[in-house]
């Protein structure tokens, strides 16, 4: 493990870890033994470019977002499914930062642009676009996202010598 950037237990409460260095998910026990491991660093589906976000959904199925996309869903055992959220320069979202999902398994991803605005990009289970915000000012920039059980989105940002959280009603 080079650099752990993101992690999730399933139901079965083994550890996924996102690697961004050696562009792989490592796979552990709850008791921390390693597994096993996929991926390696590529453009292909199924490969990984800064993996950077990791949530496993309520079907036990992994999805990982890169860091300059895609967002990826593969099985429990690291058999690609498919890929969705490409990043969409010059105009759209460049860099996908951080991921949750929810208990129905919506994917939210935290995206900037490339003035670096940051913003909250929803998809479903089956990777469609549902819809996405910006953060209140145009100088914040999403560092991590959460669900909790009711749909609540809590986003914690950093921005022009300040950080906190915005919180977000279900809709």
């Known amino acids: 493990m080079l650099r752990a950037h993101a992690l999730d237990f399933d139901q ?3 550890l996924y870890v996102a690697d961004v260095y050696n562009s792989r998910i ?3 026990s709850h008791s921390g033994k390693f597994l096993f491991a996929w991926g390696k660093d590529g453009r292909q589906p199924g490969e990984f470019r800064a993996p950077h976000g990791i949530g496993v959904d309520p079907n036990g199925d992994v999805i990982v977002s890169n ?3 895609p967002c990826q869903k593969f ?3 690291g058999e690609f499914l498919f890929d969705f959220a490409p990043a969409q320069p010059p105009d759209g979202y ?3 930062h951080s991921m949750a999902v929810d208990r129905w398994g ?3 991803l935290t995206a ?3 003035l670096q605005r940051g913003s909250i990009v929803k998809y479903n289970n089956n990777g469609d676009f549902i819809t996405s915000w910006r953060l209140s000012a145009e100088d914040l920039v999403v560092e991590s996202v ?3 059980a009711q749909g609540k989105v809590y986003a914690a940002y950093r921005g022009s010598g300040r950080m906190g959280v915005e919180v977000y009603a279900p809709g």
Do not use: E, L
């Open 12 to 14: 079965r409460q083994r």
């Open 26 to 28: 490592a796979v552990f």
């Open 67 to 69: 860091y300059y996309g």
């Open 75 to 77: 099985t429990p055992k």
């Open 94 to 96: 460049i860099h996908f």
């Open 106 to 108: 919506n994917v939210y």
């Open 112 to 114: 900037r642009d490339r």
């Open 146 to 148: 959460t669900i909790d």
